[in-house]
């Protein structure tokens, strides 16, 4: 069904920037929440960014606000990730996320990208 596929992860300098794209195949028509999510070595997987087609606009974590912006494509199948003033503890992978809300409230289907690597060299 629902595909995901990340892309832009690389090697960058402290201070540098990347910006990061998700493509998702396969029919997508729902109250949508797409984000970003993280995972370094030893520490838990968290959400970087996310943004929703029922409203709300868009949440970012207390650690990459103002450094980083979550958008999307109108068409509600692609999720970039700008990622600037980046730091060595932004070294993680990367995985895309994405949220198909169902009618009850609080139900929900739930995809993964398979991660980019983003290492931020000092």
């Known amino acids: 069904q629902v595909q995901l596929v990340e892309s832009g992860g690389g090697l960058v300098q402290a201070g540098g920037s990347l910006r990061l794209s998700c493509a998702a195949s396969g029919t997508i028509f729902a109250r949508l929440t797409m984000g970003w999510y993280r995972q370094a070595p030893g520490k838990q997987r968290e959400l970087v960014a996310a943004?929703?087609?029922?409203?709300?606009?868009?949440e970012y974590a207390d650690s990459v606000q103002g450094r980083f912006t979550i958008s999307r494509n109108n068409a509600w199948n692609t999720v970039y990730l700008e990622m600037n003033s980046l730091l060595p503890e932004d070294t993680a992978v990367y995985y895309c996320n994405l949220r198909t809300w169902r009618r009850f409230p609080g139900v929900y289907d739930e995809y993964w990208g398979q991660g980019t690597q983003v290492t931020v060299s000092s």
């Open positions: 943004v929703h087609s029922f409203g709300g606009g868009a």
